[in-house]
């Protein structure tokens, strides 16, 4: 079995934190899962440890779940 899987190059409205306009983003394939009748492609973005966006799947923000807050007794 014969798969070609390729980057994509584009433009992030979304990234948090806001700089002014988008940053330039690429989503690549960075690993394959599975048995061969049923691979699964997991992609990342070059931008995910710095992006804050916890609604973004790639992000580093999301993997780590909502923040609590702690506090003072």
Known sequence: MDI???STVGEC????PKQ???VSIV???IRI?????NLKVISGCNMWRGCQNANC???????QGPKVKKVAS
């Open 13 to 16: 409205s979304a990234y948090e």
């Open 27 to 29: 989503i690549s394939p």
């Open 33 to 37: 899962e599975g048995p061969e009748n």
């Open 20 to 22: 002014k306009g988008s």
């Open 57 to 63: 799947q790639f992000s580093l923000a999301s993997r």
């Open 4 to 6: 070609y899987i390729l």
